[in-house]
């Protein structure tokens, strides 16, 4: 054990021969601490007792139980220093200010890799030089973003990526791996979904979708507005962006059956060959209302309980079944609202009761998270 300790820790040494005192320091993240460890002549460690200097000992506030804990734990000596550098670490991390500043080598082989890259493709980069998001343009001409967080033993270790599309980012690291490798797959992945994006496209410029309100390019779920209170909700395979979706309509009941009737004899006559929009077009036998014929204040028609339009990032999709009255309701407003009449009743998850305005009956299911 003192060999071992005399390699790990040089600069702690023994004061008598019998080795129950040690004296000397102990270096952690290029700071030195003045310690004293006593130990009983049977060199137990629950017995033991540790001396520090005033810069330890104010670093250590807050961790004094977590130290004494494992002075009284450690197997030997060589195991506790081991652990209170660890500790030390920790609590040198965490005060405020403290940076830990990575070898000169790190940073001329980012600036090396940058350079064969291209300045052109650095969006940003933070003062740590730790964190950077590289811009990618499609075939379409279509910008992109990938976002990589580096480590510390960069290159050996892999960074951490992350990028706004709808399936997991897929980019393989090794050793050798450089920013220039890293933006060829990132591109890769990009052009495996120009097609999901082209589908996508089509409907925002030709249709009138509700939700999402600013659709990012991870959305693959777009509500199209078919008419006053009438929507279908549709959900884009990414792998498969031509086939067709899944599909929930929305509205009142008298509205959207004879829709889903379509839609269940039709589905047959759906041609991948063919733009999604054209099938939907095609399948449902409508036309959808687009920016060039209609106004989108057309469709947002707003709650008949809180009277807005979009609350936080919903819009209304409950809606009166009775032909004659046909009011929009957000669901967690309808939900609050029949809970609090004592003629409702609850099945399940399902809330029964009457509509705000005429009163017909009406039903909502229970809002996640409530009871």
């Not at 980069?125 to 811009?135: G, N, Q, R, S």
């Not at 047959?268 to 920016?291: A, G, R, Y």
């Amino acid at each position: 054990m003192n060999c071992l300790l005399m390699r790990e820790s040089p600069m702690i040494i023994p004061l008598n021969k019998e080795k129950t005192v040690y004296d000397g320091f102990i270096t952690v993240l290029e700071k030195d601490f003045r310690i004293r460890i006593s130990l009983p002549p049977d060199h137990q460690m629950k017995q033991a007792k540790l001396h520090c200097c005033w810069q330890m000992k104010r670093l250590l506030h807050g961790y004094q139980q977590i130290v004494k804990q494992r002075l009284q734990h450690s197997t030997n000596l060589m195991a506790f220093i081991l652990e209170l550098r660890t500790v030390l670490e920790v609590a040198l991390k965490s005060q405020p200010g403290c940076q830990s500043f990575s070898p000169p080598q790190y940073y001329s082989q980012l600036i090396t890799e940058l350079e064969i890259l291209g300045w052109d493709k650095l969006l940003f980069i933070d003062a740590e030089f730790l964190t950077l998001k590289l811009k990618a343009e499609d075939s379409a001409g279509r910008q992109h973003a990938i976002t990589v967080k580096l480590k510390p033993k960069y290159p050996t270790e892999a960074p951490e990526f992350s990028a706004d599309l709808p399936v997991p980012l897929v980019i393989t690291w090794t050793s050798q791996s450089t920013l220039a490798n890293v933006h060829s797959q990132f591109l890769l992945n990009v052009e495996a979904l120009s097609e999901f994006w082209s589908v996508l496209d089509e409907i925002d410029e030709q249709t009138w979708v509700l939700e999402p309100e600013k659709p990012t390019k991870a959305d693959s779920m777009r509500r199209i507005a078919i008419g006053n209170n009438v929507s279908i909700k549709v959900q884009i395979d990414p792998r498969h962006p031509k086939m067709l979706p899944e599909c929930c309509l929305l509205g009142a009941e008298h509205v959207v059956t004879p829709l889903r009737n379509k839609l269940n004899a039709n589905m047959h006559l759906w041609n991948p060959d063919c733009s999604v929009l054209q099938n939907m077009k095609d399948v449902l036998e409508i036309e959808f209302p687009s920016p060039t014929t209609h106004e989108k204040s057309s469709f947002s028609v707003e709650c008949g309980i809180c009277y807005s339009y979009r609350l936080e990032s919903a819009i209304p999709d409950q809606v009166c079944n009775d032909p004659r009255c046909g009011q929009p309701f957000h669901q967690v407003c309808l939900y609050e609202w029949l809970r609090g009449l004592s003629t409702s009743r609850q099945s399940f998850n399902i809330v029964f009761g009457e509509c705000p305005y005429c009163s017909k009956p009406i039903t909502v299911k229970m809002v996640t998270g409530n009871t």
